[in-house]
């Protein structure tokens, strides 16, 4: 078979390690001999590759990294007949999660050898293909401030964690309508997510019954209740069904329209836009052929 691997040489530890990055093309020409890889080079370029791919006749490319490169080369592969793979080397690792990829390299790569191939949905945003989440919110407040504060400040676990604490103590949940063809209704959320894989990554569970083949979006409204629930309904989101205090409310969709006068803060995978007024939302049924791992 004819093989592409697409590498983020920035993601999870990599850091642009040289030794580490020979390292793992070894490995990939161990399991895989033959098969090309290349490395991204800057935002974008993952989509680039992938669109290449597609016209040089690959039977696969498999992404190497953390949601965003994922995001990307899938962007490059949808409605293709080339299938996407994914090696997860982010740090949450949410739609590699959902396909049941391992999380050590060694084991992904072994275990990528006999895939299953499947069809798989994809969610849009304005247009922009999502593969496992698109939302409002105060997530996206959150990934906007640390987007903002990235690009002259400090990035890291704690610069996000800090950014998260101040912005749950100040948020104030902004009023929206939502149209679906359930009919429309006015909101005011401490999040509203369309969700076509269960989670955000690490196993933080926003949608726990989403499919990622149903044709459907589960979007999820999580009530802006009081921060003494919110903080003891927090783990039940680590968990596969429990949601007490019913502080979640979920519905099928397969189109949304938003409506909120002026700027409106979003995300998709993780990754924060802004649009104005309206953001549409939609799901792209069987929109990819992807690889699963071999049992």
Not at 115 to 122: R, T
Not at 165 to 174: D, E, G, L, N
């Amino acid at each position: 078979m004819k093989i592409l691997f697409i590498l983020n040489p920035k993601s999870g530890k990599l850091n642009g390690d040289k030794e580490k990055i020979e390292s793992m093309g070894a490995a990939i020409q161990l399991n895989f001999p033959g098969a090309d890889m290349r490395l991204t080079q800057a935002p974008g370029h993952a989509t680039q590759l992938a669109r290449a791919s597609v016209l040089a006749g690959y039977d696969a490319t498999i992404a190497i990294g953390g949601d965003g490169t994922i995001n990307e080369t899938a962007r490059g592969l949808v409605g293709s007949e080339t299938a996407l793979g994914v090696i997860p080397n982010g740090s949450g690792n949410g739609f590699a999660r959902e396909l049941g990829m391992p999380l050590l390299f060694e084991e992904a790569l072994a275990r990528l050898q006999k895939p299953i191939v499947s069809k798989c949905d994809a969610g849009r945003a304005n247009g922009e293909l999502f593969l496992n989440l698109a939302g409002v919110g105060i997530e996206a407040e959150i990934a906007w401030k640390f987007m903002e504060q990235g690009k002259n400040g400090a990035r890291g676990m704690w610069p996000y964690f800090k950014i998260g604490a101040q912005t749950a103590f100040s948020y104030k949940p902004k009023p929206l309508e939502v149209q679906t063809e359930r009919g429309s209704q006015m909101l005011a959320p401490l999040t509203l997510v369309f969700a076509n894989g269960r989670q955000y990554g690490s196993n933080f569970k926003i949608a726990p019954e989403a499919s990622l083949t149903d044709g459907e979006l589960d979007m999820v409204t999580v009530l802006d209740a009081p921060k003494w629930k919110l903080a003891l309904a927090a783990p039940s989101f680590f968990t596969d069904k429990w949601r007490p205090f019913g502080i979640t409310q979920t519905a099928h969709v397969k189109k949304a329209l938003i409506t909120l006068p002026g700027e409106i803060i979003y995300h998709i995978d993780g990754e924060p836009r802004k649009t104005q007024d309206k953001l549409e939302i939609s799901v792209e049924p069987s929109a990819l052929t992807v690889w699963r791992p071999c049992r």
